[in-house]
């Protein structure tokens, strides 16, 4: 059974050096960032100040992780030390990855693509302008009432439409 995941409570910016420090003597440590944007593009811890480590208690002594430089405590309940379950990293992973990559465009410029089943949209169709601000926000054009109107909607309300790309708006094909 693999050992339990411990909080780890550090001095104020001082997570990515106490990560450093401890993974050199080969403990497993995770600090989950913030996924970059458009706006954010240096990396942010999730959880300032706060990491998780666990590592097994015969290879290394519990003082030598108390001892870490930058290392304020071991988080504790009493005298209880505060246990992560595996299924609650592997969730905080799961979430952070399902952000994705802001820079990662799932559709081109000038592509069409459809409103999905259960959006007040479904099944219309629109032409892929480019992405927002907002790294799940995709800028696209829909024609109403016979002219092409800017409309902001979320990546993940699209799906491409199988074709030929759209000639319209001074967008050319990509074949």
């Known amino acids: 059974m693999a050992e339990p995941w411990y909080v780890l409570f550090t001095k104020p910016l001082k ?10 003597q080969g403990v497993e440590v995770y600090l989950p960032f913030y996924p970059l944007t458009a706006s954010r593009r240096a990396p942010r811890p999730l959880f ?4 998780f480590a666990r590592w097994e208690f015969e290879a290394l002594a519990l003082d030598a992780i108390r001892w870490t430089p930058g290392l304020v405590s071991i ?7 505060a246990r992560v379950p595996e299924e609650i990293i592997a969730h905080i992973q799961r979430r952070i990855a399902e952000c994705g990559d ?9 592509q069409r693509v459809r409103f999905q089943e259960g959006h007040p ?7 892929f302008e480019r992405p927002c601000s907002d790294a799940k926000r995709a800028c696209v054009l829909l024609e ?6 800017r409309c902001e909607v979320e990546f993940s309300a699209l799906e491409p ?8 708006v001074g967008y050319a094909s990509q074949n």
């Open 102 to 110: 802001p820079h990662q465009v799932p559709f081109q410029a000038g």
């Open 161 to 168: 439409v199988e074709g030929p790309a759209v000639w319209r």
């Open 48 to 51: 300032p100040r706060y990491l």
């Open 75 to 81: 988080l504790r309940f009493g005298e209880e030390y």
């Open 121 to 127: 949209l479904a099944n219309l169709e629109a032409i």
């Open 144 to 149: 109403i009432l016979g002219r092409l109107t």
């Open 15 to 24: 997570e990515r050096a106490v990560y450093d420090r401890l993974a050199k």
